[in-house]
């Protein structure tokens, strides 16, 4: 079927704004990931779902972010109070499991480029 | 901590030239390790990926890596680069039986001059 889908594919925003980030995973993908790319940081993982649950949070840089996912499918990244340090391209990426372990590569999508001024 | 290391960060080569990436982890557990590559304005894809037997594994595209657990090493080499290989290419790493998150390495971007 369809690949990973983000929206939008771009998001410029004002410092202390609040910004969501969407992402549809390959349907029947039960793991989906966010990752974030920067100059000078690299791709870094950001947290992880395995269903509706997030057993690994701990790439999210500070309490200003935050995910979830609803319905085993879409999940939502959302950045309070945007700080220009938060620029970035944000990527997410899904994968199947069995029994609850990755069984696949990741599948990534296009990624939200955001751009806090 | 765990880590991926990418000795190159920028590759220039003229077409038909060899290529090899270098790409060294530090990890204590069984690892998979992969290959991705970022073409200009596109996503991220897989090039190819190890996750057990033969560590000589052979991608998309012409490329192949190799696996030498001893040096903790995964290196990728294609014999003879096109232009159309002018990418960012990325290596990872994650932790059998864990959740599956990928560390990446910083990246090497390869530019081949026609």
């Known amino acids: 079927g369809a690949g990973v889908s983000q929206s939008p594919s771009n998001k410029v925003t004002e410092k202390g704004k609040d910004v969501e980030l969407r992402c549809d995973p390959i349907?029947?993908?039960?793991?989906l990931y966010w990752y974030r790319q920067s100059l000078g940081q690299g791709l870094e993982f950001l947290i992880y779902?395995?269903?509706?649950?997030?057993?690994?949070k701990s790439g999210l840089p500070s309490d200003r972010f935050s995910a979830e996912r609803t319905g085993g499918s879409v999940s939502t990244l959302t950045i309070q109070r945007t700080q220009q340090e938060d620029s970035a391209v944000y990527l997410c990426?899904?994968?199947?499991?069995?029994?609850?372990?990755?069984?696949?590569?990741?599948?990534f999508g296009p990624g939200t480029r955001l751009t806090v001024l | 901590a765990q880590s991926v290391s990418q000795h190159n960060h920028h590759v220039i080569l003229s077409e038909a030239a060899s290529l090899e990436l270098g790409c060294n982890y530090s990890?204590?557990?069984?690892?998979?390790l992969f290959w991705y590559v970022q073409y200009p304005g596109q996503h991220l894809q897989l090039l190819l990926k190890?996750?057990?037997?033969?560590?000589l594994v052979k991608g998309i595209k012409g490329f192949e890596a190799e696996f030498i657990k001893s040096k903790f090493s995964f290196n990728l080499r294609k014999p003879s680069v096109q232009w159309s290989d002018t990418a960012e290419y990325f290596c990872?790493?994650?932790?059998?039986?864990?959740?599956?998150?990928?560390?990446f390495g910083q990246g090497t971007e390869l530019s081949v001059k026609p």
């Open positions: 990426a899904s994968t199947r499991t069995s029994g609850g372990r990755v069984t696949d590569t990741q599948y």
């Open positions: 349907s029947g993908h039960t793991a």
């Open positions: 779902f395995q269903g509706n649950s997030a057993p690994d």
């Open positions: 990890y204590g557990g069984t690892v998979n």
């Open positions: 190890y996750f057990s037997g033969d560590p």
């Open positions: 990872a790493v994650n932790l059998k039986g864990e959740g599956g998150k990928l560390i």
